[in-house]
C-alpha cells in the first residue's frame, strides 16, 4: 500500500492500539476510530453562509422593493428570494460533506456525489502537496477526493489523515490467497 499521508502510521500520536486488532483510538475530540470525518472551518463559514444568505435574501426581498418606488413585482422578489435560497442550498450542501467509516467500509458524501467503498478498494491515502484536501487512490486505478478532511483545518487535518490511513491499514489489508488456493 503506497501511503504519502504524513505521519500516516497507524497509531501516530494516537497511543497503543485497542485489544482486537483495530485501529488506533480515533479522533481526539471522539476518542473513535470509526467517528465521522468532518471539515472544520469549511463547515463553519457554510453554516454561517448558509444563514446569512436566507436572511440577507429574504430581507432583501422584503425591503427593498418598498424603497424603490414599488417598481418591484411579486416575481422579483420571489426570484430574489430564490437566488438567496440557492446560495444556501449550496452552502449547505458543502456544510453537510462528511466521511463515515464503519468496519466494512467508508461512505464518502462530497459536494455533488455520495460514494461507498470496501476498504479492499483503497489502495492508498495521499494528503500533501498543493492538494487541498485527502486523496484516496483504489484499486480500479481512480482517485476519490474525500474533501471531509481539508488542509485548512491545520493539524486536525494531519491527523484526521493520518486516522484514516490507519483505517485503511486495519481493515483494508487485502488477504493473500492460501497455498491451495495458488494455482
Do not use: H
Not at 40 to 62: D, E, K, N, P, Q
Not at 80 to 108: C, H, K, M, T
Amino acid at each position: 500500500m503506497t501511503d504519502t499521508t504524513p505521519d500516516a502510521t497507524p497509531d501516530a500520536g494516537r497511543g497503543p492500539a485497542p485489544e482486537g486488532g483495530g485501529p488506533a483510538t480515533g479522533s481526539p475530540a471522539s476518542g473513535d476510530a470509526l467517528a465521522p470525518f468532518r471539515p472544520r472551518r469549511g463547515r463553519a463559514v457554510a453554516l454561517a453562509t448558509t444563514w446569512c444568505s436566507l436572511a440577507l435574501f429574504g430581507a432583501i426581498a422584503v425591503i427593498i422593493p418598498t424603497q424603490v418606488d414599488g417598481r418591484w413585482n411579486l416575481g422579483d422578489r420571489l426570484m430574489f428570494f430564490g437566488l438567496g435560497a440557492v446560495i444556501a442550498f449550496l452552502a449547505w450542501r458543502y456544510a453537510s460533506i462528511v466521511a463515515r467509516p464503519s468496519r466494512e467500509g467508508l461512505v464518502v458524501r462530497n459536494l455533488v456525489v455520495t460514494r461507498r467503498l470496501e476498504w479492499s478498494e483503497v489502495v492508498g491515502v495521499q494528503f500533501g502537496g498543493g492538494e487541498p484536501w485527502v486523496s484516496l487512490d483504489l484499486e480500479d486505478g481512480d482517485t476519490l477526493a474525500v474533501m471531509a478532511i481539508q488542509k485548512a483545518d491545520g493539524d486536525l487535518a494531519g491527523r484526521e489523515a493520518s486516522r484514516l490511513a490507519a483505517l485503511v491499514q486495519a481493515f483494508g489489508e487485502t488477504r493473500e490467497p492460501d497455498a491451495g488456493e495458488r494455482g
